[in-house]
């Protein structure tokens, strides 16, 4: 019974960091991309403000890791990290299965506000993601590329003792420069919840099983990469954690 309440807690925190990280980071891709956006009319380079929403929304993710929130599951908010501290052996299958879950949950309760966007959330399905127009082989492979990056910063910051409580703040600049380098491919999501969210509340599927499965294989690749070269040894990960807040926690101390 202790485990299970340990565990409830740790999955109601993803629940809550991921419909945080939705609710205010698709308000973000709203403001700055919807009809009648003033952020447009200020800052008319699209270029600038793919590179300003990226880092909004890594941003938004930057503070719910340091948040209590953050603290508490180690603030995955994302079923690729999640499935990637799970291929490293740092979670148990339980455990990940009620990370993903919490994680879904979160990001359909969270895209709900969104609709209070009205017209401005419509014209752009409420941050919805879609393959672009290079199509979806393009789509994939910029997925793949861009959840393999955002898990390889996590595992060597992560990996290390001086580096890993500054993972948080890389996530601004690793967004930023993704969002700039490869949207007009796929959006870049690198969260298959971050896209189902904006799927469920547009009801626009289009492509979704893209934003799945290339995060996924993202994931596979880097591990798989990390442990052909032993880089495991290099970067030791004690717990599938991205917040660590210089304290030791539940999560920190026991695999999940």
């Not at 990637?84 to 994680?103: E, H, I, N």
């Not at 290079?134 to 590329?145: I, K, L, M, Q, T």
């Amino acid at each position: 019974m202790k485990i299970n309440r340990k565990l409830f807690r740790l999955f109601i925190a993803e629940f809550v960091g991921t419909a945080l990280l939705l609710a205010i980071g698709l308000s973000a891709v709203i403001l700055n991309w919807g009809k009648g956006s003033c952020v447009a009319a200020l800052i008319p380079s699209v270029p600038y403000r793919r590179l300003l929403t990226g880092f909004l929304f890594g941003l938004t993710g930057c503070i719910i890791t340091l948040s209590p929130v953050g603290k508490v599951s180690g603030a995955h908010i994302n079923p690729a990290v999640s499935f990637a501290f799970w291929l490293r052996g740092k979670m148990k299958t339980t455990a990940l299965a009620g990370y993903v879950t919490s994680q879904m949950l979160g990001a359909t309760v969270g895209c709900l506000p969104l609709l209070f966007w009205h017209e401005q959330g419509r014209s752009v399905g409420y941050g919805i993601t879609v393959p672009g127009k290079h199509g979806v082989v393009a789509a994939f492979w910029g997925e793949v590329a861009t959840t393999a990056a955002l898990i390889t910063v996590v595992f060597i910051f992560v990996g290390s003792k001086k580096l890993r409580n500054y993972t948080p703040f890389t996530m601004p600049f690793l967004f930023g420069f993704m969002v700039w380098a490869e949207t007009t491919l796929s959006g870049c999501s690198t969260n298959p919840a971050r896209s189902f969210g904006p799927a469920v509340v547009s009801n626009i599927y289009t492509g979704y099983w893209i934003y799945v499965f290339a995060p996924l294989t993202g994931a596979v690749l880097v591990v798989t990469i990390f442990k052909h070269f032993r880089l495991h040894h290099y970067y030791h990960i004690e717990a599938a954690r991205i917040s660590y807040h210089n304290s030791p926690s539940p999560q920190s101390r026991d695999k999940a």
